[in-house]
């Protein structure tokens, strides 16, 4: 399909963006063109449904549902019985990714089929893709949660938005498709250069776009060449972030280029939690799902003390995540009537770096911002245990050594330790293959 669509004219390009698009809306929000548009649905939203207090009740709904439809959870039955309170929680094994892989396929319900639900397959960032199900009813539920999200940040979805998704959709041709009916449009993330930013910035501008949505490192980058060229895009009123970390220094960035607060979310592609910022950290919708912090023994650890998340989802019924060890790391700050609030999500486990002498580290958005201004994308390379970083960037020019004084002076006086440098101008990373720039890639 990828090369038939490669091959149309860009007109064409377009209508089949448009097409589909409108499809994924009806699938997602129920949203139908002109009888029921984006905007009425976005105007019909209720923010106090955006939590409830039914938390336990559905976690034993998934229970029962999972030990009578789905094969992994019904050869285990014995270990996922009904709970009276959440602490009960602690009784049901730890789902560990490896064993989600390893059995893949028994944990996608019987019940689901092409017409009832949807298939997912994550973009194998961290190994082996996972493949499921996700149930159209609960598809639309999440969604229409994260619409509230943004309803309740004062943020209209339906609003000219431009996404800049993974996917290489503008291999010939514009650097965008545009979808006609809703006024939304999808740019390429692969062509943010010099020669071409005036292209992007055009389209924004003719547009009149107000939401910009995409992973923190892309929308980081088109400023940095936007104000490389001394220009700026007054109608957006918003930005949306996801997927990666939003570093503290991106946040920073965005927010004073554009003079508006940055709205990132997150949520995973087999259906786990959702959370949204506020200004009193992120906060969890318990509809969608819950989760709890622990150590690594899988105690739970104390508010306020950083913890790995169990997730169990409620939007995921048919491919089932029970304490589901999903990798990331967060800080809960309180958990009130299943109302959870988290101070930070901080990165995956093999993103923490580990010194010589045993120290743990992860706060790489502290000394990142100290990079030459010149520099459009960067990512740090790093062997666990060793003194030696490699600063790979894309900038217009070769940045002498001595600029970076200014960050080799803050992240050796946060490790208390000297490191060897190395710097190497590159003209593009291999991302994933959704367009993903880790900012810190670690090695054993």
């Known amino acids: 399909m990828r090369k038939i669509y490669s091959r149309l004219p860009l007109g064409l390009q377009n209508l089949a963006l448009t097409l589909i698009n409108t499809y994924k809306y009806y699938q997602k929000y129920g949203a139908i063109p002109l009888f029921k548009p984006l905007k009425g649905i976005v105007k019909g939203l209720d923010i106090n449904a955006f939590n409830d207090d039914l938390t336990l009740t559905r976690i034993n709904n998934l229970i029962k549902y999972a030990t009578n439809n789905v094969p992994y959870y019904i050869k285990n039955r014995a270990d996922y019985q009904t709970i009276k309170t959440l602490n009960d929680l602690e009784k049901i094994p730890v789902l560990k990714k490896g064993t989600l892989k390893e059995h893949n396929k028994d ?246 770096f580990i010194t010589p002498e045993g120290k743990a580290f992860g706060r790489f958005s502290l000394v990142l911002k100290y990079l030459p201004s010149e520099i459009v994308e960067s990512q740090l390379v790093l062997k666990q245990r060793t003194n030696k970083i490699k600063v790979e960037y894309i900038s217009d020019r070769e940045v002498n050594n001595i600029e970076f004084k200014e960050f080799e002076d803050r992240i050796n006086s946060l490790l208390h330790m000297s490191f060897v440098f190395e710097y190497k101008r590159i003209l593009k990373f291999d991302k994933s293959n959704r367009g993903k720039l880790s900012a810190v890639k670690l090695f054993a």
């Open 107 to 352: 944990f996608i319900s019987r019940e689901a089929n092409r017409f009832n639900s949807y298939s997912f397959k994550t973009s194998g960032s961290t190994g082996t893709p996972i493949f499921g199900a996700i149930k159209n009813s609960e598809l639309k539920m999440r969604s229409l949660m994260f619409l509230t999200s943004l309803k309740i940040a004062g943020i209209n979805y339906s609003r000219p938005l431009a996404r800049f998704p993974g996917a290489d959709l503008a291999r010939n041709g514009k650097v965008y498709r545009r979808d006609f009916i809703n006024g939304h449009m999808l740019f390429s993330i692969y062509h943010l250069s010099d020669d071409k930013i005036l292209e992007y910035f055009r389209a924004l501008n003719d547009y009149k776009i107000e939401i910009l949505e995409g992973y923190p490192s892309t929308l980081v980058s088109l400023v940095r060449l936007f104000k490389a060229k001394n220009l700026k895009l007054p109608n957006v009123k918003n930005i949306l972030t996801t997927a990666e970390k939003l570093l503290d220094h991106h946040r920073q960035e965005l927010e004073e280029f554009f003079g508006i607060k940055v709205f990132d979310f997150y949520g995973s592609s087999e259906g786990s939690v959702y959370m949204f910022s506020t200004g009193e950290g992120y906060l969890n919708c318990n509809r969608v799902g819950y989760f709890e912090c622990v150590d690594e023994n899988f105690a739970q650890v104390k508010i306020n003390e950083v913890g790995k998340m169990l997730v169990t989802s409620f939007s995921s019924s048919f491919t089932p995540l029970i304490r589901y060890d999903i990798g990331d790391y967060a800080t809960i700050i309180s958990n009130e009537d299943d109302i959870i609030r988290v101070s930070e999500i901080q990165g995956r486990q093999e993103e923490i």
